[in-house]
T-cell receptor, first 112, second 114 residues
């Protein structure tokens, strides 16, 4: 059974700092891994989708990496801003059909 | 450019009342999902529909029913609401096969059962 873990559960950093969020999964037989952002009281916004054939995916100040063999993904945020404050979730679809298994999320706070 | 649309956004029910949460997507996705999100429990899958005409139970299906009305629409019904069903409900959709099964979520329905 696929399990997804995100550490740390919460993170507070000063503005401008580069940071890394971690995601680990137990079953490496995945098609892809997806990172989401959730603002308080809002829905989930898709940030990046990394396909299993890729090692990295970039969007603006965000860079996500995937290492299937070790069951790990990281989300790198460069030059963090207060507007980056949100909960970040990673998720994997273990089989065809795409139903996602979510980690518990990392709550990020970027202080001005 | 609507993506996934859920209605209603907020709802208060009395215990024992019934209601249907509506979800529609305009991305021609085959697969659709219903999740609930509770503090400390994360996102949990209630039901999903891999393709039009099929539905399957997720982690927490008890007390819910679903209908995949057509390719666009997937509804969630609470037949007799209970306080334990107070939660935020999210609908999502994605492609079914292949590596590009990027999922998109609606804005959620905040349900309170009193």
């Amino acid at each position: 059974k696929q399990e997804v873990t995100q550490i740390p559960a919460a993170l507070s950093v000063p503005e401008g700092e580069n940071l890394v969020l971690n995601c680990s999964f137990t079953d490496s037989a995945i098609y892809n891994l997806q990172w989401f952002r959730q603002d308080p009281g809002k829905g989930l916004t898709s940030l990046l989708l990394i396909q299993s054939s890729q090692r990295e995916q970039t969007s603006g100040r965000l860079n996500a990496s995937l290492d299937k063999s070790s069951g790990r993904s990281t989300l790198y945020i460069a030059a963090s801003q207060p507007g980056d404050s949100a909960t970040y979730l990673c998720a994997v679809p273990p089989q065809e059909g795409g139903k996602l298994i979510f980690g518990q999320g990392t709550e990020l706070s970027v202080k001005p | 450019n609507a993506g996934v649309t859920q209605t209603p956004k907020f709802q208060v029910l009395k215990t024992g009342q019934s209601m249907t949460l509506q979800c529609a997507q305009d991305m021609n996705h085959n697969s659709m999902y219903w999740y609930r999100q509770d503090p400390g429990m994360g996102l949990r899958l209630i039901y999903y529909s891999a393709s039009e005409g099929t539905t399957d139970k997720g982690e927490v299906p008890n007390g819910y029913n679903v209908s995949r009305l057509n390719k666009r629409e997937f509804s969630l019904r609470l037949e007799s609401a209970a306080p334990s069903q107070t939660s935020v409900y999210f609908c999502a959709s994605s492609a079914y096969r292949g590596m590009n099964t990027e999922a998109f979520f609606g804005q959620g329905t905040r349900l309170t059962v009193v």
